[in-house]
């Protein structure tokens, strides 16, 4: 008897060891599952070099004419955002750096900006936003009214059909590598539209019109992809492509200034409110979440009533 207590006591010592480890394990399993299925989400970086442009300090930005960068972009010009202003301390125009580019889905920002060298500033500078939030135009019929572009569906559009509704515009082009500027303002009319189709007694007279500044690569198949991926519905929003003259033209009326760099495009920020009668209600000239002011200046913009249109021949 004696025998078997010291073996039963040894055999549960065992077991009693056994569970710890299964438990150490299956804990350790269910740790790693846990971060598998909520994994951080971590930026893509890449290194970089480039010559600063300029320098915005009131809005901790800089324009940089950068180098390649990785498999990512080609070179061009491009402003970037920093998440520490302290990172563009003692920069100028003509200084040349290297930095790091840091990209989530939704924003991105430089960072590790070291000055490595000094070159004659250059008088060019890329377009850039304005710091303003929004600003007021003179009230007046809006260009676009009198151009025809083509649609993602590949259907004719006489833009004229829009007559009647509330309108919100912008430029942008498909293959923009940075998340917070053409892909930023694709956000901001899809959440824009999600929150005026919710709203209780909604106003249905508007329409939200994407215009690419790329029509040699964004064809309306490439735009309908593009569109899909915003969940749109085209009842209410619609990505454009025309000749390019007739682009180039509405957006210099449309006070947007782009140019090619390369396979890409720089650009300003620039989105328009046209109310129900035809006429520019609001610019918001900045990048940004706007979709709350896009909401708000559409239910104003829906309420128009059709007086007569101001002439855009003085524009």
Not at 123 to 151: C, G, I, M, Q, Y
Not at 297 to 312: D, F, W
Request: glycine share 4%; with cysteine.
């Amino acid at each position: 008897m004696r025998n078997f207590g010291i073996v039963h006591r040894m055999l549960f010592r065992r077991l009693l060891l056994v569970g710890l480890a299964v438990a150490s394990v299956s804990a350790a399993f269910s740790a790693t599952s846990s971060t598998e299925a909520n994994p951080v989400s971590r930026p893509k970086q890449w290194n970089a070099t480039g010559t600063i442009k300029e320098v915005r300090t009131n809005d901790s930005s800089v324009v940089v004419a950068h180098e390649a960068i990785g498999d990512y972009m080609p070179a061009m010009t491009m402003r970037f955002h920093v998440q520490a202003p302290a990172d563009l301390a003692g920069l100028n125009s003509g200084d040349k750096i290297s930095f790091r580019l840091n990209v989530t889905d939704d924003k991105s920002w430089i960072d590790r900006v070291t000055k490595t060298g000094v070159t004659e500033p250059q008088s060019s500078v890329a377009p850039t936003a304005s710091s303003a939030v929004a600003e007021n135009k003179p009230r007046r019929k809006h260009p676009l009214l009198d151009f025809k572009f083509t649609n993602e569906l590949n259907q004719a559009v006489s833009l004229s059909d829009f007559r009647g509704q509330a309108l919100a515009i912008t430029f942008f082009f498909t293959r923009c590598p940075i998340p917070d500027y053409c892909p930023r303002l694709s956000k901001n009319f899809q959440a824009a539209s999600r929150k005026l189709s919710a709203l209780p007694n909604a106003p249905t007279n508007w329409h939200f019109l994407s215009v690419t500044f790329d029509p040699e690569n964004d064809t309306p198949a490439i735009l309908k992809t593009y569109a899909e991926t915003y969940h749109y519905d085209p009842s209410h929003w619609s990505f454009l492509t025309g000749p390019t003259n007739e682009i180039s033209e509405l957006a210099r009326l449309s006070d947007v200034k782009f140019q090619r760099d390369g396979a890409f495009f720089n650009h300003d920020f620039r989105t328009q409110i046209v109310d129900a009668s035809g006429h520019l209600q609001m610019v918001f000239p900045i990048g940004g979440d706007l979709s709350d002011a896009i909401v708000q200046e559409i239910l104003k913009a829906a309420r128009a009533t059709n007086g007569p249109a101001v002439s855009s021949a003085s524009h």
